[in-house]
């Protein structure tokens, strides 16, 4: 019989470092936002506790993990923990083999929601705009980052508090970069970039892309960055900067 009370990540931290330990390959500070902003259970089978589970906002499961000795239980459990609560959907990063098997079991529909980049050891064309005109913005900044990117960057004056923007600029603005702390993977820093409209097809967003890298490097992190599955040009913006994905985030319906 499958039981399950609600923790915090502290009481479950050592299940939760097993968990990280089991992963393929690692994923951006959207899903980590996700597992972190969720609910934690703590599952017991007869009374034995055999792993754990998390949700996001009532409705989305964000992380199913069973202990090794318990694996035999885990598609049991899980499908008892889609009965018993209200989950409609998981984020599933392919590199999570277990939590992607059991959604394969019980799945009514996939979307593809992002991929997660790596980089390699492959030689690129070097960045079309020098690092000389990558600056850190600050409060002064924001208003003409809003107008010229919209709603891109979400909680844009912390952000900027916090020294995670940078602006690519001479004489004008050519675009933005954002490096992001991870907080599950914290080898690794979460890079990003928007081009303004007018300059996009021009280099802009490589060369931000490019240069957030090698400040990762410089700063001993591995540069991580994502994006939506199906934005293409910003796939083919980081693969032309070193980058390759084999990390997937899958949103599956139960």
Same mark, same amino acid.
């Given at each position: 019989m499958l039981d399950y009370k609600k923790v915090s990540l502290n009481e479950i931290n050592t299940l939760f470092e097993e968990y990280v330990a089991s992963l393929s390959d690692v994923y951006d500070d959207f899903l980590e936002t996700h597992i972190l902003d969720s609910d934690f259970y703590l599952m017991s089978y007869h009374g034995e506790e055999v792993g754990y589970f998390a949700i996001f906002e009532e409705t989305l499961l964000t992380q199913f993990f069973i202990t090794r000795t318990a694996l035999h239980l885990a598609q049991g459990c899980f499908k008892s923990l889609l009965e018993k609560c209200k989950v409609t959907h998981g984020f599933v990063p392919t590199c999570d083999e277990l939590f992607l098997s059991l959604s394969m079991d019980f799945h009514r529909k996939i979307d593809l929601q992002a991929y997660f980049f790596t980089l390699t050891e492959r030689n690129v064309k070097?960045?079309?705009?020098? #690092?000389?005109?990558? !600056?850190?913005?600050? @409060?002064?900044?924001?208003?003409?980052? +809003?107008? /010229?990117?919209?709603?891109?960057?979400?909680?844009?004056?912390?952000?900027?508090?916090?020294?995670?923007?940078y602006i690519l600029e001479d004489d004008e603005i050519y675009g933005f970069g954002i490096m992001e702390t991870n907080?599950?993977?914290?080898?690794?820093?979460?890079?990003?970039?928007?081009?303004?409209?007018?300059?996009?097809? #021009?280099?802009?967003? !490589?060369?931000?892309? @490019?240069?957030?890298?090698?400040?990762? +490097?410089? /700063?001993?992190?591995?540069?991580?960055?994502?994006?939506?599955?199906?934005?293409?040009?910003?796939?083919?913006?980081?693969?032309?900067?070193?980058?390759?994905?084999?990390?997937?985030?899958?949103?599956?319906?139960?």
């Open positions: 070097p960045p079309v705009y020098p #690092k000389s005109m990558l !600056r850190l913005a600050n @409060l002064s900044d924001v208003e003409n980052i +809003k107008a /010229l990117s919209g709603d891109f960057f979400s909680e844009l004056y912390q952000n900027v508090s916090d020294r995670k923007i907080r599950i993977h914290k080898f690794c820093r979460g890079i990003g970039m928007f081009t303004v409209e007018k300059h996009r097809q #021009k280099g802009v967003g !490589r060369s931000i892309i @490019l240069h957030l890298s090698d400040l990762c +490097k410089t /700063l001993d992190y591995q540069p991580l960055p994502g994006c939506w599955y199906h934005n293409y040009n910003s796939k083919r913006t980081l693969e032309s900067c070193g980058f390759a994905s084999k990390t997937r985030l899958l949103k599956v319906e139960y």
